[in-house]
């Protein structure tokens, strides 16, 4: 049997429990501020691929990740309730647009309350807007989140410069003059630069007597 969402195969552990009658879900989030944030939807910490997972139970929530046929970006927005006052300070100051974000949907087993293998990644992108809600004594923060697809639409300007060169073939020195020439006047086939009124486009016939001798 095989399930998949949007091409991504589900683990055959995965699968059984999504086809059992009973299903413990959870969503897993990965926010790579400048100190990685790992996060999910119970309580207590989780282990998962060598990191910790600190769960925030009722206190967090994901808006619903939407995912359509034509490949059009879908963003997301993740709430965080009840941090206090004097952590909202860590966030005014952290540089987090553009930063990586991924939302992972996994199970946990109900027997075991373990986390059942490989949880598939249902969101990739990054982070965009922070909004804060503050009353004094705790806060809410929300995060929006920018699919990946939106790199799509950004143009890809590439400019005949040597530093543009270099960031793509360092060493290359092909471009390494192209400064030092703009504007420049150049008299093509003129013996005396400082005299333009002799040019004569570089045609040597008949030389005699114009300074070609």
């Known amino acids: 049997m095989s399930i998949t969402t949007a091409g991504r195969t589900l683990s055959s552990d995965m699968v059984t429990e999504v086809s059992a009658t009973q299903l413990a879900p959870i969503l897993m989030a990965n926010l790579q501020f400048s100190t990685p944030v790992y996060l999910w939807s119970g309580y207590g910490q989780l282990g998962f691929g060598g990191v910790t997972y600190l769960g925030i139970g009722t206190l967090g929530t994901i808006s619903p990740v939407e995912e359509t046929t034509d490949l059009a970006a879908r963003g997301i927005s993740m709430r965080l309730s009840g941090v206090p006052t004097a952590n909202v300070a860590l966030a005014l100051t952290e540089n987090y647009q553009g930063r990586a974000c991924t939302i992972l949907f996994g199970a946990l087993s109900p027997t075991a309350g373990t986390l059942i293998s490989s949880p598939v990644t249902v969101f990739q992108g990054k982070m965009d807007v922070m909004q804060i809600s503050d009353d004094g004594q705790s806060a809410d923060i929300t995060m929006t989140a920018e699919s990946r697809l939106m790199d799509f639409k950004r143009p890809?300007?590439?400019?005949?410069?040597?530093?543009?060169?270099?960031?793509?073939?360092?060493?290359?020195?092909?471009?390494?003059?192209?400064?030092?020439?703009?504007?420049?006047?150049?008299?093509?086939?003129?013996?005396?630069?400082?005299?333009?009124?002799?040019?004569?486009?570089?045609?040597?016939?008949?030389?005699?007597?114009?300074?070609?001798?």
């Open 156 to 213: 890809r300007e590439i400019r005949y410069t040597d530093e543009e060169q270099q960031n793509l073939f360092s060493g290359d020195v092909g471009l390494e003059f192209v400064n030092d020439i703009q504007e420049k006047p150049i008299y093509w086939g003129n013996p005396n630069q400082t005299q333009a009124t002799n040019w004569d486009g570089g045609d040597k016939t008949g030389t005699e007597g114009t300074g070609y001798e």
